[in-house]
Nanobody
């Protein structure tokens, strides 16, 4: 069972920055990609960003492109989400997710970390 532990959420003001971290227990060669999703109050979960583990290819939702950056540290088995120029609409619980090399979708999820942005 792959375990993911997120950290780094908090309460900030609009325009501030935060960095989320997600430590994953899977061995790196078992990982195809990692992603961040978020769920805002009263809304469905939405994709935020993803990164392939070997090549480091990144993908972003249009709503965060140019403000958020996803990265990974293979040695630490950790993925990061640097969030700049935060907006109140970024308020949500953020989850990291793991997809194995079997590419069966994101089967493992973290517990979530709350990000709240005040105006």
């Amino acid at each position: 069972q792959v375990q993911l532990v997120e950290s780094g959420g908090g309460l900030v003001q609009a325009g501030d920055s935060l960095r989320l971290s997600c430590a994953v227990s899977a061995r790196t060669f078992e990982t195809y990609d990692m992603a961040w999703f978020r769920r805002a109050p009263g809304k469905d979960r939405e994709f935020v960003a993803s990164i392939t583990w070997s090549a480091g290819r990144t993908y972003y939702a249009d709503s965060v492109k140019g403000r958020f950056t996803i990265s990974r540290d293979n040695a630490k088995n950790t993925v990061y989400l640097q969030m700049n120029a935060l907006k109140p609409e970024d308020t949500a619980v953020y989850y990291c997710a793991h997809q194995s090399i079997l590419k069966r979708g994101y089967e493992n999820w973290g517990q979530g970390t709350q990000v709240a942005v005040s105006s």
